[in-house]
Nanobody
Framework: QVQLVESGGGLVQPGGSLRLSCAAS????????MGWYRQAPGKQRELVAR??????NYADSVKGRFTISRDNTKNSVSLQMNSLKPEDTAVYYC???????????????WGQGTQVTVSS
């Protein structure tokens, strides 16, 4: 069983900053990639940023404003969000591709989500 626990959401004014964190716990062999997705009301869940072995990728809408960082020793990932805009308002979900013991394929796990609201 793998659990992803997120923290750091909240209400912030436009132009402000927030930092989201996510830590994986449980019994597993390794994590291939970790990332953040978001889902706004009435919209599909979309990729925000993702970090895999030695590489990161970002949605065009957040490039230059958001930075993802991963700590492999702690099985954790963070998302520093700067210059926030009202359109960044959404529930943000942590995601991890996890290799369980005895498995050669990874399975995707999701956190419970954390609300980010950008409003004046």
């Amino acid at each position: 069983q793998v659990q992803l626990v997120e923290s750091g959401g909240g209400l912030v004014q436009p132009g402000g900053s927030l930092r989201l964190s996510c830590a994986a716990s449980g019994s597993f062999r390794s994590i291939s990639a970790m990332g953040w997705y978001r889902q706004a009301p009435g919209k599909q869940r979309e990729l925000v940023a993702r970090a895999s072995s030695g590489s990161t990728n970002y949605a065009d809408s957040v490039k230059g404003r958001f930075t993802i960082s991963r700590d492999n020793t702690k099985n954790s990932v963070s998302l520093q969000m700067n210059s926030l805009k009202p359109e960044d308002t959404a529930v943000y979900y942590c995601n991890a591709d996890v290799y369980m013991y005895g498995s050669l394929v990874f399975a995707g796990y999701w956190g419970q989500g954390t609300q980010v609201t950008v409003s004046s």
